[in-house]
């Protein structure tokens, strides 16, 4: 697994949990809000690749 694809993988984990961290902070933001109903971040799994005949993980992404 090359350097690249690492960093990759950190960027996508990242970028997902700063989606949830922002849903959160909507939610916070909105707690007192008639007819707000709070929003839900699903992580899953990113699909992996294969890679000299064995499956490399991508890390994590949002559900949509």
Known sequence: MSLDSLMGIGKNGMSAYMTAIQ??????????TPGYSTQNVVLETAPSTAGNGSSLGNGVQVSK
């Open 23 to 32: 849903v959160t902070s909507q939610n916070i933001s909105n707690v007192n």
